[in-house]
């Protein structure tokens, strides 16, 4: 009978540790993974993108607007109407444009993908990996907790009747044998 309680013991301490601390991890873990994920990824990307796109597209606008502008306008307007005007134009437009839609484009591009990647990236990182933690972490505590317990209830058990034989005396023949 005692085995059957030890069994039943065991089994029933493994099954409530392993979701009781499942449970905690699982709710603490997501907390913690939603609230680092999201507060990491909108403040790392949003600089990241802030800087790197306004570098990039400012450089790539101005070498590619300034030599594009300039060799058509200068061209077309040299043809058209004369040297002067062309040489006044390309260079005004050249570096208006440049400027311009290089800040209208930095600006935009990088405050508009900032949010919406960020906003993305945090709320499917995080609901994805507290989902897979919870679950992961619930089935390798449930399995560990239930080996655990299962040899430690087995060795206990084993070792009991030998430290307490007074207890569980032995069963000899030769006793009532007359």
């Not at 493994?14 to 603490?28: A, G, N, P, R």
């Not at 570098?55 to 002067?84: A, F, N, R």
């Not at 005007?85 to 444009?97: A, F, G, V």
């Amino acid at each position: 009978m005692s085995i059957y309680l030890s069994i039943y013991l065991s089994v029933y301490l493994s099954i409530y540790l392993s979701i009781c601390l499942s449970i905690c991890l699982s709710i603490c873990l997501s907390i913690y993974l939603s609230i680092y994920l999201s507060v990491c990824l909108s403040v790392c990307l949003s600089i990241y993108l802030s800087i790197c796109l306004s570098v990039c597209l400012s450089v790539y606008l101005s070498i590619c607007l300034s030599v594009y502008l300039s060799i058509y306008l200068s061209i077309c307007l040299s043809i058209c109407l004369s040297l002067y005007l062309s040489i006044c134009l390309s260079i005004y437009l050249s570096i208006y444009l440049s400027v311009c839609l290089s800040i209208y484009l930095s600006i935009y591009l990088s405050i508009c993908l900032s949010i919406c990647l960020s906003v993305y990236l945090s709320i499917c990182l995080s609901v994805c990996l507290s989902v897979y933690l919870s679950i992961c972490l619930s089935l390798y505590l449930s399995i560990c907790l239930s080996i655990c317990l299962s040899v430690y209830l087995s060795i206990c058990l084993s070792i009991y009747p030998s430290i307490y034989p007074s207890i569980h005396p032995p069963i000899h023949p030769s006793i009532y044998v007359e």
